[in-house]
C-alpha cells in the first residue's frame, strides 16, 4: 500500500535531481557533460539507497525516471549554451 510520502515522491524526487543537474551544468560549463551526468546517476542511487531511511519504498521505476530527466535537464542546458551540433545531413 503506498502512502501519501510515496505518491508525492515518485516524481519530486526525479524533479529536484534534475532541477539540481540544470543548475549543476549551468555552473560548471567546463567539466564535460556526461561526468556530471554520471555523478548525478550515482548520486539518484544513493537517493534510492536512503529512501528506505526516511519512510519511502525505493522504486527501480523512480531511478529510471531520474535518470532520464537528469540526463534530458543537462542536455538542455548544454544544447542551450553551445546550440545544436553542425553535422552536415545528406537527406537524399
Known sequence: MKTRVDT??????PVLLALAGA???????????????LT????AVIVE???R???ITASWSR???????IASAMIVVKLHFEGLPSIPIKLL
Open 8 to 13: 508525492y515522491s515518485y516524481l519530486l524526487i
Open 23 to 37: 543548475a549543476c551544468r549551468f555552473h560548471f560549463r567546463e567539466i564535460e557533460t556526461r561526468y556530471q551526468i
Open 40 to 43: 548525478f546517476w550515482f548520486v
Open 49 to 51: 539507497m536512503g529512501a
Open 53 to 55: 531511511l526516511v519512510g
Open 63 to 69: 531511478l529510471i525516471i531520474s535518470a532520464v530527466f
